[in-house]
């Protein structure tokens, strides 16, 4: 009987562990498809660690791991091949993002909240806790400009947007004149205060501006 319970428990523990997923930043073995910088693509069992690692710099030698469809063997894939990942038809992309528990950049998977086809990017990082002191979640939201580099993404909260938010978001979409001059004089719905105890207003004000200025004409 005893034998018997201990191979249920293990068996119980065997399947919890089996696979998971916390953050865009702490999963394990998901089924899901990295894309890479040439647009070719892999699917399987995919493992990323970051999610206890934020304090460390960018590392260019970072890696995830998968193993791919078939295969029973985990592989290790530089960061510095991808763009990202899909699980189910969410996408994450790997950005160079500023956080600031530390106040230094990260390599990083954000999740995509505006269409592949966007002018402008919108992302969340979703934090579990497991990275700062407080062990509080926290979401953070990075734009990507049309003209920004693969990588690049600017932290909503940083100084490249805010305080002046008006001044330096118009300038963005200089080239829409309506959006632009709704912004500069602060219309509603479309700028950001210094400081906000509402937590999805900079996903919804951008969110805005970027969807009208997608059909600007």
Do not use: W
């Not at 938010?165 to 309506?178: E, G, L, N, R, Y």
């Amino acid at each position: 009987m005893k034998l018997f319970i201990f191979s249920l428990a293990v068996i119980f523990c065997s399947c919890s562990q089996a696979f998971y997923f916390e953050t865009p930043n702490d999963v394990y073995r998901m089924k899901g498809t990295i894309l890479f910088n040439d647009n070719t693509k892999l699917t399987g069992d995919i493992t990323i660690p970051f999610e206890e690692n934020y304090q460390a710099y960018i590392n260019t030698g970072q890696f995830i791991q998968i193993i791919p469809e078939g295969k029973t063997t985990e592989e290790r894939v530089s960061l510095n091949s991808i763009t990202g990942y899909y699980i189910d038809s969410n996408f994450y992309a790997l950005k160079r993002v500023f956080l600031f528990i530390d106040h230094n950049d990260h390599m990083l998977f954000v999740k995509r909240l505006t269409s592949e086809h966007s002018k402008i990017q919108l992302y969340i990082l979703h934090q579990s806790g497991k990275s700062n002191p407080t062990g509080e979640e926290t979401d953070d939201y990075f734009i990507s400009l049309p003209k920004s580099g693969p990588y690049e993404a600017i932290n909503t909260r940083s100084a490249k947007l805010i305080p002046d938010f008006d001044a330096k978001m118009s300038a963005f979409v200089a080239d829409c004149p309506p959006i632009a001059d709704k912004i500069r004089s602060r219309a509603d719905g479309y700028f950001l205060p210094f400081v906000t105890i509402d937590r999805f207003k900079h996903r919804d004000v951008l969110m805005k501006i970027i969807n009208e200025y997608n059909n600007c004409q």
